[in-house]
């Protein structure tokens, strides 16, 4: 220092304001007046070193430096030498990744073979409900030129075309029938299953039970109605539709036994008699396939085409007066 300044003591005291300590934070400077301070007396942030403001140091001279810490602890250095080889992998059960999968558990052919064949009951009680009605169609042609053939010839070719009718829908009317109730038998055994699972209940008659029920002659007239009412629920409408199919379905059997006992007669009006009464018999079969798979849309919730039923809500309506009263 120079002697003027060391003799003056206003200089002693101009150099000392020169030196500062600038604030990292807020970047204030603030005189050292004896030991340097620490923390900024505004914002509280750190404060640099001492710092002479006549003499203002380079940009490479700074009297910070910056300094980068890791906020992960440090690694600890690893084990010199081989690593130690631990227990052979081993899997106590299969894998679930790979390209090897394991096989699917195989489905029970009985119950998958009962429910394709409940899927076809719709379809083959359609079927027969046409065959019956061709076979009617058949018995009422034959039945129309026996009254022709009272005054006049028939020609051969209508006579072999009638009775070509007559034949395949005799022959294929018991075929197509034994279809629809062998299907109808294993509808009846999912249906029961179904709806007394949602009832939380155990279907009581096992699928053996319900075939002999609904296949066995004599048995088959009283046993189907039982079955059918026992999936009601309580549903007016759905019982008064099984007890319209019971009705036509004991006709059909009586008609059926009828027909037995007719064809005993040789007579020509016993002949002719018995060609009525077969196609009513089949006019009866053909309904009462159609009133079976309504019976069987019913339960299942849909109409006769198979589309959802609509639930139709019937709502009290205010008379005139009241409303115009209001």
């Given at each position: 220092m120079p002697e003027s300044e060391r003799d003056d003591p206003g200089s002693a005291k101009i150099y000392q304001m020169s030196v500062v300590q600038v604030c990292a934070r807020c970047a204030s400077q603030w005189p050292v007046a004896g030991a340097p301070a620490q923390w900024c007396p505004r914002c509280h942030g750190v404060l640099l070193s001492p710092v002479d403001t006549r003499r203002p140091a380079p940009t490479s001279g700074r009297n910070f430096r910056w300094v980068a810490r890791s906020p992960y602890p440090p690694v600890s250095h690893r084990r010199s030498g081989p690593p130690r080889l631990g227990p052979t992998p081993r899997y106590t059960q299969n894998p679930q990744w790979g390209l090897l999968d394991p096989l699917p558990p195989k489905p029970d052919e009985r119950v998958g073979r009962v429910d394709v064949a409940a899927d076809l009951a719709p379809?083959?009680?359609?079927c027969a409900a046409v065959v019956f009605g061709m076979a009617a169609v058949a018995e009422m042609f034959r039945y129309g030129l026996l009254v022709f053939n009272r005054t006049r010839l028939v020609d051969q070719?209508?006579?072999?075309?009638?009775?070509?009718?007559?034949?395949?829908?005799?022959?294929?009317?018991?075929?197509?029938?034994?279809?629809?109730?062998?299907?109808?038998?294993?509808?009846?055994?999912?249906?029961?299953?179904?709806v007394l699972g949602e009832r939380g209940l155990a279907d009581p008659r096992s699928p053996r039970a319900l075939a002999v029920g609904?296949?066995?002659?004599?048995?088959?007239?009283?046993?189907?109605?039982?079955?059918?009412?026992?999936l009601a629920a309580g549903d007016s409408r759905t019982i008064a539709l099984i007890r319209v199919w019971w009705a036509s379905w004991v006709l059909g059997g009586i008609l059926v036994i009828a027909n037995l006992l007719w064809r005993e007669r040789d007579s020509p009006q016993a002949q002719a008699d018995g060609v009525v009464l077969a196609a009513v018999t089949a006019l009866v079969a053909a309904a009462t396939a159609v009133l079976t798979l309504y019976v069987m849309r019913r339960i299942d919730g849909r109409d006769l085409f198979g589309r959802p039923r609509r639930v139709t809500r019937w709502v009290i309506a205010p008379s005139p007066e009241k409303v115009a009263a209001s």
């Open positions: 379809t083959l009680l359609g070719l209508t006579l072999g075309v009638s009775d070509a009718m007559v034949w395949a829908t005799q022959l294929s009317a018991p075929m197509v029938a034994l279809a629809a109730a062998v299907a109808s038998v294993c509808w009846l055994v999912v249906a029961r299953r179904r609904v296949l066995v002659p004599g048995v088959n007239l009283v046993m189907p109605g039982v079955f059918a009412a026992e």
